[in-house]
């Protein structure tokens, strides 16, 4: 079976924006240290922003989205506009994900996605680089912080599990359904453009909360709705307690999950508290 997108003929590697300077927009393809190709946009601070928050030229932000999105998604692209009111924002597809290459491994291999897109961006120049993951995307960036330990200036966590294998809701439930068998797989092949590795985790990666303590001293916000269908409150709690103190726990009242429950309002605070906490790395 083909590891290219679902429903796609082979394309041009030529992306709409054209590779100029760090304060142009650029659309490429990254390759991961294990050969895999990402599909990567940057998008420079947005032009007209609110005078009271003007973005900061240093500060990127690193979208890691859920599992099933991808970097043309519109709740993945709205969160990116959101942020660009306060700085640079870079964005992905991970593997198996939309035009990228490869099958999903649901949170193990994607840290090397997230890492060829971290070093990309300081390349780039940027001296400041805040990871923001949702779902899956949440506990890629706990453990990709805890494995390449002073690579970012600040960890936001948004709607992440807590360990691995939980199908304590009726949506998880579908989730390992969808990702352990066969159906499943096609399903996500073709209902939502989301290529899944058919092999089990061997060995098993490090679990959410045995990443956080290892995250110290980066900066962490966790951030989590009261109202998440897919993951209850003891999720983050257990996340926050991991790191002894060093996270920022936010429990947001009436909050559902990941991207599609993130508001401009939480955006802008999210951006806030990483500008207020990101230090050059």
Same mark, same amino acid.
């Given at each position: 079976?083909?590891?290219?997108? !679902? ?36 998008? +420079? ?28 998604? +519109?709740?993945?692209?709205? %969160? ?9 924002? !870079? ?29 990309? %961006? ?7 680089? =805040? ?8 506990? =890629?960036?706990?453990?990709?912080? !805890? ?16 360990? $691995? ?5 009726? +949506?998880?439930?579908? *989730?390992? $359904? ?22 089990? $985790? ?5 679990? +959410? ?12 916000? =966790? =951030? ?25 726990? $936010? ?14 309002? *939480? ?12 230090? !050059?790395?």
């Amino acid at each position: 079976m083909s590891d290219g997108p !679902a429903g796609h003929v082979a394309r041009s590697t030529v992306r709409p924006y054209g590779e100029t300077t760090q304060h142009a927009p650029l659309r490429t393809f990254l390759r991961t240290a294990d050969g895999v190709s990402v599909d990567f946009v940057y998008d +420079p601070p947005a032009v007209v922003y609110d005078a009271s928050r003007p973005p900061s030229g240093d500060l990127v932000f690193v979208v890691a989205h859920g599992f099933t999105g991808d970097v043309d998604r +519109p709740h993945v692209r709205r %969160v990116v506009a959101g942020l660009r009111r306060h700085g640079a924002v !870079a964005a992905f597809s991970f593997r198996g994900h939309g035009a990228s290459g490869g099958r999903s491994t649901v949170g193990d291999r994607e840290v090397l996605d997230l890492d060829a897109v971290v070093r990309r %961006v300081r390349d780039l120049g940027h001296r400041r680089v =805040v990871t923001v993951g949702f779902s899956m995307g949440g506990s =890629v960036v706990l453990r990709h912080a !805890a494995l390449h330990a002073g690579t970012v200036s600040a960890v936001v966590s948004v709607s992440a599990p807590a360990r $691995w294998y939980y199908r304590g809701t009726a +949506p998880m439930r579908r *989730l390992h $359904w969808l990702v352990t068998r066969p159906a499943g797989r096609l399903v996500g092949r073709y209902g939502f453009r989301t290529r899944i590795h058919h092999r089990d $985790w061997d060995p098993v990666p490090l679990s +959410p909360v045995e990443a956080v303590p290892r995250t110290a001293p980066t900066p962490l916000l =966790v =951030v989590h709705g009261d109202s998440d269908g897919y993951f209850p409150l003891d999720h983050p709690r257990a996340l926050a307690d991991a790191s002894a103190g060093h996270a920022d726990l $936010w429990l947001e009242p009436g909050m559902g999950h990941a991207e599609h429950a993130t508001d401009e309002a *939480l955006l802008d605070r999210i951006a806030d508290w990483a500008a207020a906490h990101a230090r !050059a790395a």
